[in-house]
T-cell receptor, first 113, second 114 residues
Framework: GAGVSQSPSNKVTEKGKDVELRCDPISGHTALYWYRQSLGQGLEFLIYFQGNSAPDKSGLPSDRFSAERTGGSVSTLTIQRTQQEDSAVYLC???????????FGQGTRLTVV | AQSVTQLGSHVSVSEGALVLLRCNYSSSVPPYLFWYVQYPNQGLQLLLKYTSAATLVKGINGFEAEFKKSETSFHLTKPSAHMSDAAEYFCAVSDRASNYQLIWGAGTKLIIKP
């Protein structure tokens, strides 16, 4: 596609429910990143994919968070048993390779009530 | 470990005044350096990048940044601020040692006074 696409753009969920966030990277981009941005905060790294494998999962805040990428393209970030502190904007970015600039999606704003 | 420090979480300048946003990094090997901008309720957009070519890098919207190895800095400047420049600006570094993963600064919110 022309840019990185994330869905949904907004998600309101009840505490304790599971949510899935989707990222469609730019076609041909091998590297994919997930970040979290809480209100008024900077970017918190979550996970990085190179192709389908995730060489760096160090940023996932707890075992309630998981991510996968299939076919070297679409990625889903899953948050199980959501908590209020999970409320944030989740940003996805992709790059042609690991040493080129990243292009960002518009983000998914998650609100846990 | 690599790190990025952006001095000042908020910077306020008058319209038409010089914009200077500071970024210092730590890297043990030659880095790639980036400035991204995030307008309200939008995703991040690349402003400019340094990848070991010219040390003075020109980006979009009249912004430029100079890589100074001796100072480990990559400050962002614009000669004359415009109201539309109000946004949050993020500096990032990547290098071979970090497997080219982007390491981010905390961001600086630029406020433009009329």
């Amino acid at each position: 596609g022309a840019g990185v696409s994330q869905s949904p753009s907004n998600k309101v969920t009840e505490k304790g429910k599971d949510v899935e966030l989707r990222c469609d990277p730019i076609s041909g981009h091998t590297a994919l990143y997930w970040y979290r941005q809480s209100l008024g905060q900077g970017l918190e790294f979550l996970i990085y994919f190179q192709g389908n494998s995730a060489p760096d999962k160090s940023g996932l805040p707890s075992d309630r968070f998981s991510a996968e990428r299939t076919g070297g393209s679409v990625s889903t970030l899953t948050i199980q048993r959501t908590q209020q502190e999970d409320s944030a904007v989740y940003l996805c970015a992709s790059s042609l390779d690991k040493n080129t600039e990243a292009f960002f999606g518009q983000g998914t704003r998650l609100t846990v009530v | 470990a690599q790190s990025v420090t952006q001095l000042g979480s908020h910077v306020s300048v008058s319209e038409g005044a010089l914009v200077l946003l500071r970024c210092n990094y730590s890297s043990s090997v030659p880095p790639y350096l980036f400035w991204y901008v995030q307008y309200p309720n939008q995703g991040l957009q690349l402003l400019l990048k340094y990848t070991s070519a010219a040390t003075l890098v020109k980006g979009i919207n009249g912004f430029e940044a100079e890589f100074k190895k001796s100072e480990t800095s990559f400050h962002l400047t614009k000669p004359s601020a415009h109201m539309s420049d109000a946004a949050e600006y993020f500096c990032a570094v990547s290098d071979r040692a970090s497997n080219y993963q982007l390491i981010w600064g905390a961001g600086t919110k630029l406020i433009i006074k009329p």
